[in-house]
């Protein structure tokens, strides 16, 4: 499970003129006004004094950890040791850098986290230099874990299981976190209209999704079931450029955490086929979450929506298997790939965004995952044909199988991310 929330900045900026052309220096020497202006404008801050904002920003807020710092396609800072309240390390960073960008850059992302009041936050600062006026100048996307529902470190699996499934039965968790992080989430709005006091921050409500996982997470899940911390990622998994909707998380994009998956499964199975002795029966806890005000949505790990979580009732077909998954021995990292063939056949969201033909499809959803190239064998290696360069693939595919050719690429490959 996890919550999430956006804001937008909008900052003041200059207008974008484009080149004129033949036709327009012809029009002008007979006089006639020439419109040069293209609707976009430019930030006219620099790089620096836009990171220094953000980490003055963040710090009103009580955020001072960082997680990294991008600037195009250069790394400036990224914190690898897991280097506490190192806010002032990236702006550091930063400094020594920016005469690289003395020419101007196109989009800075600064990423930091926060754990507090029982939640782990994951908050991404992406600032566009040249965007349409329409658009905001900089996005805030927040990811948060409820860490009572993770398993701790050094508690078996099994045990982990029942310890959360009796947490979930409590018709306020989901309604108590989302209520925090709204107030972390307003905090840092405050913050931030502060630091950019002649621009606009604008707030949308905290949203809480369950992640249906894909075959290649719940894989990945058995081969690291040990690992109870997210991993951060030798090189970001960014989305297609501009994608920052309403189910954008910025967790998958920077870090590996197989827990996640686990919790995701937890959850489904416990909202479709709960254990007695957890005092609950199915469909309660949709139900009852949306009638405290926190309604929860389910949604397949390619964005696409499935139900409301009061409605998994109604799409238990679309959720074959995932209550057996998840009463695997995680532990074992032994996966037989015909015993999740019923939950991949439920992944047909990829077939239309898929290039193959329309039988390969039907059979093999996970088109930029290796199937293609190995017919039959369940393969998720990403690496085995020109598959992860198809059209299909978004613009960073390519470039993520090269780096880890990892199963991770599957969900990184749709027309939708």
């Known amino acids: 499970m996890r919550l999430t929330a956006q804001a937008r900045i909008y900052l003041p900026g200059e207008d974008v003129f484009r080149k004129p052309t033949f036709w327009d220096n012809v029009k002008g020497m007979f006089g006639s006004d020439v419109d040069l202006r293209t609707g976009e404008t430019r930030v006219t801050r620099d790089v620096l004094a836009l990171t220094e904002q953000i980490q003055q920003g963040l710090a009103l807020a009580g955020i001072t950890n960082a997680v990294s710092l ?12 897991g280097v506490p309240n190192d806010a002032g390390l990236l702006v550091a960073a930063m400094r020594r850098a920016s005469s690289r960008f003395s020419q101007g850059f196109n989009v800075l992302r600064a990423v930091f986290e926060l754990e507090a009041q029982g939640l782990h936050s994951l908050i991404e600062v992406t600032v566009r230099a040249v965007h349409k006026k329409t658009e905001p100048s ?90 109870r911390h997210p991993d951060l990622r030798d090189v970001p998994v960014y989305p297609r450029a501009g994608y920052y909707g309403a189910g954008y998380d910025p967790w998958g994009t920077y870090y590996r955490d197989p827990m996640d998956t686990f919790v995701n499964l937890m959850i489904i199975d416990a909202m479709l086929s709960p254990r007695s002795y957890w005092g609950y029966g199915p469909g309660f806890l949709g139900s009852h979450w949306s009638s405290y005000g926190a309604p929860v949505n389910i949604i397949n790990y ?53 290039s193959g033909s329309a039988s390969n499809d039907a059979a093999n959803t996970f088109d930029c995952a290796g199937y293609d190239d190995k017919p039959g064998t369940g393969s998720f290696d990403c690496a085995g044909a020109a598959d992860c360069a198809a059209s299909d693939c978004s613009w960073d595919c390519s470039s993520d199988c090269s780096w880890d050719c990892s199963s991770d690429c599957s969900s990184d490959c749709g027309g939708d991310w």
């Open 70 to 81: 991008v600037v195009d396609t250069d790394v400036i800072y990224q914190d690898i040791d």
């Open 138 to 227: 900089a996005t805030v996307a927040v990811g948060s874990r409820i860490l009572e529902l993770r398993p701790a470190d050094g508690e078996d699996i099994e045990a982990a299981k029942d310890r959360i499934g009796r947490a979930l039965g409590n018709a306020q968790l989901v309604p108590t976190y989302r209520g925090i992080l709204t107030s972390q989430t307003q905090t840092l709005q405050a913050a931030l209209q502060r630091v950019f006091a002649n621009g606009q921050v604008e707030l949308d409500p905290v949203d809480a999704q369950v992640v249906r996982p894909s075959g290649a997470d719940v894989r990945a899940l058995g081969q690291d079931s040990t690992s």
């Open 302 to 354: 390619n964005g696409s929506p499935i139900c409301s979580a009061d409605q998994i009732g109604d799409h238990a077909a679309q959720f074959s298997a995932a209550a057996q998954i998840a009463d695997s021995d995680f532990s074992t990292a032994q996966w037989d790939d015909r015993a999740l063939a019923g939950y991949d056949a439920q992944d047909s969201n990829w077939s239309q965004y898929s």
